[in-house]
T-cell receptor
Framework: EDKVVQSPLSLVVHEGDTVTLNCSYEVTNFRSLLWYKQEKKAPTFLFMLTSSGIEKKSGRLSSILDKKELFSILNITATQTGDSAVYLCAVEAGYGGSQGNLIFGKGTKLSVKP | DTGVSQDPRHKITKRGQNVTFRCDPISEHNRLYWYRQTLGQGPEFLTYFQNEAQLEKSRLLSDRFSAERPKGSFSTLEIQRTEQGDSAMYLC???????????????FGPGTRLLVL
């Protein structure tokens, strides 16, 4: 059965700290891995990763994928209280041109204290 | 506003009643997805449309659930004879298959929070 496992499930840090969130997966017909940020509403898209070893960056956030070891990490540097949220990892699995279901992990709840 | 929209944002109903939710995707997106999310869990896939065709349904989608996308634009999700276990956030997402290559980004709407009493 396809699954996505995130760790840790929750994390408390202080402003200015750097955090690393982990996502491992076991899926057939991997297509892509996506990271979302969810506050008290719907998930908002952060990154989509399809190739191993290529880092994606957006401001203080960065992410990388290892397709050999089947995991991804999301780094947040110089954390701010506004980074407090649940970070969801999802893997898209599908065949050729068919649709890709998103299989989500349970998320990592990040709390950034002032 | 060019994002995914959902209506209503909140719905409270009594057990046994029918409810219907609407999703309007991003206009140029041909794919539309429904997910369900309960507290402390990631979203779970329910069903998926490409244009007006419903191409896949999860085993989570019991026969009390039905979804339509009649003109390939907006979609509705109906739950008949609601049960307390149906209480959840129902999320809609859309994406485009027009880009070549693997992977596509799904953009989520704000969700409809359902409470069944």
């Amino acid at each position: 059965e396809d699954k996505v496992v995130q760790s840790p499930l929750s994390l408390v840090v202080h402003e200015g700290d750097t955090v690393t969130l982990n996502c491992s997966y076991e899926v057939t017909n991997f297509r892509s891995l996506l990271w979302y940020k969810q506050e008290k509403k719907a998930p908002t898209f952060l990154f989509m990763l399809t190739s191993s070893g290529i880092e994606k960056k957006s401001g203080r956030l960065s992410s990388i994928l290892d397709k050999k070891e089947l995991f991804s990490i999301l780094n947040i540097t110089a954390t701010q209280t506004g980074d407090s949220a649940v970070y969801l990892c999802a893997v898209e699995a599908g065949y050729g041109g068919s649709q890709g279901n998103l299989i989500f992990g349970k998320g990592t709840k990040l709390s950034v204290k002032p | 506003d060019t994002g995914v929209s959902q209506d209503p944002r909140h719905k409270i109903t009594k057990r046994g009643q029918n409810v219907t939710f609407r999703c309007d995707p991003i206009s140029e997106h041909n794919r539309l997805y429904w997910y369900r999310q309960t507290l402390g869990q990631g979203p779970e896939f329910l069903t998926y449309f490409q244009n007006e065709a419903q191409l896949e349904k999860s085993r989570l989608l019991s026969d009390r659930f039905s979804a339509e996308r009649p003109k390939g634009s907006f979609s509705t999700l109906e739950i008949q004879r609601t049960e307390q276990g149906d209480s959840a956030m129902y999320l809609c997402a859309s994406s485009s298959s027009w880009t070549s290559g693997r992977g596509e980004t799904q953009y989520f709407g704000p969700g409809t929070r359902l409470l069944v009493l």
